[in-house]
């Protein structure tokens, strides 16, 4: 089990703080990537629109 998903388990981490966590194009130093995110929360990864 990794950090991330004990963090978001024990409630460490809400699911729209663990979004900074996601690599993407506008954040190439994620941790995790968008399927890790769905895995650990059972939600979609949206990206949000970039300025």
């Known amino acids: 089990m990794e950090?991330?998903?004990i963090a978001f388990m024990f409630?460490?981490?809400?699911?729209?703080?663990?979004r900074i966590a996601?690599?993407?194009k506008?954040?190439?130093f994620?941790?995790?990537?968008p399927e890790q995110y769905k895995e650990i929360?059972?939600?979609d990864f949206e990206a949000?629109?970039?300025a």
């Open 3 to 5: 950090f991330w998903q």
């Open 11 to 18: 409630k460490w981490v809400t699911a729209e703080q663990l």
């Open 22 to 24: 996601v690599k993407t």
């Open 26 to 28: 506008g954040n190439p």
């Open 30 to 33: 994620g941790e995790i990537t």
């Open 41 to 43: 929360t059972k939600q």
């Open 48 to 50: 949000q629109a970039e």
